[in-house]
């Protein structure tokens, strides 16, 4: 390996400074007399071209950082698009950070592989790239030669993968531990919310959702969920998923495991107690399907999150 690891950040209209500076930073610290050095070019886009800011050749990685405005627009995503994809084709990995995905999105390198950004920006991000598998309950997502980071915070985190993966492991839990931040190994899902696609326009199965959110404590079964929607069983499963993008059941289970995350947080009643209010009437069973959402038992969440 060369003693010298080019990282590029991409400056873009709306990005984060404070992700750029610290990247930067973050790099800095990492590097040592005795380890390979990582060096650290800004990036910025004139036109449908990328210009270092200094004269290099080809990055190892290039990291487009998270933005300020929410969901990166069009006008600002393609003009770089095929850059980018000039320098994937020779070589570079490509990392996203964020809302960063939506410029990715846009090179097409995306298209048929699992990608995250912001849990908050799932529903656009799918309806502008419906062919990437999108999943927002992973904070990285590390393909090799194409990297994504979750929250706006989640540079910490690429950072310290980028580290691991060209200085080692113990110069990656050096970096950590200077900088007092967990090691990679955090999940989105820890943090985001259930937000409920109500905005799809079938007018059945809103009127199903509606009841969902009611009567969620309930013993619900799909035949319930179908004779409210008004339509036959499989018609209303298929509508349902196009409509909110997952299963009835999985709908149903994450609004009850969003509502236990409630009662966990702020309130003090037991497990047992709140698998009853939310609608189950197995308690183990209650923590099963919990910890397949959230990734965290009940209990850890509310050592983790009590308010």
């Known amino acids: 390996m060369s003693d010298n690891i080019e990282i590029a950040l991409l400056e873009y209209s ?32 004139e036109g449908d071209e990328l210009v270092p800011g200094r004269n290099t050749g080809a ?49 097409g390198l995306l298209d ?13 991000f799918r309806s502008r790239f419906p062919k990437v598998d999108l999943d927002v309950d992973r904070l990285v997502i590390d393909d090799g030669d194409i990297m994504t980071a979750g929250g706006m915070m989640a540079w910490t985190d690429l950072g310290l993968k980028l580290v691991d993966r060209y200085l080692g492991t113990t110069a990656m839990m050096d970096t950590a531990g200077t900088l007092l931040i967990d090691p990679p190994g955090r999940e989105q899902r820890y943090y985001s919310s259930f937000v409920p696609t ?12 509606h009841w969902l959110h009611a009567e969620f404590a309930d013993s619900i079964s799909l035949s319930d ?12 499963l298929r509508r349902f998923r196009k409509a909110t993008h997952m299963t009835a059941t999985e709908y149903l289970q994450r609004f009850r495991v969003n509502k236990a ?15 009853w209010a939310v609608g189950y009437n197995d308690a183990s069973a209650f923590r099963k399907v919990f910890f397949q959402i959230v990734g965290l038992s009940p209990s850890d969440y509310r050592r983790r999150f009590r308010a």
């Open 112 to 124: 048929g592989r699992s990608a995250t950004t912001h849990w908050g920006t799932a529903e656009v």
């Open 261 to 275: 995350r409630e009662m966990l947080q702020f309130g003090a009643d037991a497990v047992e107690a709140i698998a």
């Open 14 to 45: 709306g990005a984060q400074e404070a992700a750029l500076l610290g990247l930067a930073d973050l790099f800095e610290m990492a590097n040592q007399p005795d380890r390979p050095q990582l060096s650290v070019t800004r990036w910025r886009a």
């Open 59 to 107: 990055p190892v990685v290039m990291i487009i950082p998270p933005g300020k405005l929410g969901p990166v627009a069009a006008k600002v995503a393609r003009p770089v698009a095929s850059a980018l994809r000039r320098l994937h084709g020779s070589g570079t990995t490509l990392a996203s950070v964020c809302v960063g995905a939506f410029i990715l999105g846009e090179t």
């Open 198 to 209: 109500l905005t799809h326009g079938d007018a059945a199965i809103l009127v199903a959702q």
């Open 225 to 236: 969920m179908a004779s409210k929607s008004g339509l036959e069983e499989r018609t209303f």
